[in-house]
């Protein structure tokens, strides 16, 4: 999968999607429920089927979707999460602030339900719905809602090296391993509520820096199933290379050459259960 984060975050964002589907190798989209461009991004998934949509649970850097009177503690008085990631994460390890997130994550898979969405994957701004306090409750609301699959960021340690190229490594390292270990616990929470969540998922180490030469080398020695995420913008500079790199030709023919099949989600769901059936027919032989 091919997959965008940031959908309905603006009218660029949107209109990068929708030409990263159109005339490239994307595959799916996360979209933002409290963006300002929200209506115009199901607008644009609405008419195009080959793009699968998830929920892009934003919990910081965004707006949210109940009014602030009803999460005092999590917004300011204009709807605003704190903008800053790692400041959101320490903040939401209060548990008195569960029940508030609960009910923004569930507004804002509603506020989906209700454009006539539904969303075939689920994943987060800034990973934040990896916090070990969110975590559940967002699997809780999207098996609720049948949603299949669950983003866990896992990479290639090689990655934390050759993506970051001559820059220092100590962070990424650090965010890698902290990942790491978030995914043994959290793998077997997304099993409990019936998720999946695809083995390698590539992007971390290179968050706005993803380039036509990046997903050259990806596709060169990515295992399958694996998740590319990206956040193509026809506004920033990261974002137009990223929108080049997904719809670069000698990109679509690396794909190609290696054999690689570019699915959607709900492809990979009916994917996932002919293996599951094969091995159960193969199993009663």
């Not at 409750?137 to 960021?153: E, L």
């Not at 506004?235 to 030709?249: I, Q």
Request: glycine content about 8%; charged content about 25%.
């Amino acid at each position: 999968m091919i997959n965008a984060d940031d959908f309905g975050k603006s009218a660029s964002a949107n209109i990068a999607v929708a030409d990263a589907h159109d005339n490239g190798i994307l595959t799916a989209a996360s979209i933002m429920a409290g963006g300002e461009a929200f209506d115009e991004a199901v607008r644009i998934a609405y008419f195009r089927h080959g793009l699968s949509v998830g929920l892009h649970v934003t919990l910081c850097d965004g707006r949210s979707v109940l009014r602030p009177s009803d999460i005092r503690d999590l917004v300011d008085e204009t709807g605003e999460f704190e903008r800053d990631p790692k400041a959101a994460w320490l903040r939401y390890s209060d548990p008195c602030l569960r029940g508030q997130l609960d009910a923004e994550i569930g507004a804002q898979f509603d506020r989906l339900e209700e454009a006539g969405v539904h969303p075939d994957h689920v994943d987060g701004h800034h990973h934040l719905h990896m916090h070990p306090r969110i975590f559940s409750t967002v699997c809780r609301h999207a098996s609720k809602r049948g949603v299949r699959w669950i983003r866990i960021p896992h990479e290639p340690i090689s990655e934390v090296y050759h993506g970051r190229h001559a820059s220092p490594v100590l962070f990424p390292l650090l965010e890698w391993s902290v990942f790491g270990i978030l995914k043994m616990f959290h793998a077997k929470t997304a099993r409990a509520y019936g998720l999946r969540t695809v083995p390698s998922v590539y992007g971390l180490s290179m968050t706005g820096k993803v380039d036509k030469n990046y997903l050259l080398a990806v596709f060169t020695g990515a295992t399958s199933p694996a998740e590319v995420y990206v956040h193509p913008d026809g506004l920033t500079e990261e974002g137009r290379r990223e929108l080049s790199a997904l719809t670069s030709s000698a990109v679509f023919e690396k794909l190609l050459e290696c054999g690689i099949r570019t699915v959607n989600y709900r492809e990979l769901e009916d994917l996932v259960k002919i293996h599951e059936w094969e091995r159960w027919r193969v199993s009663l032989k």
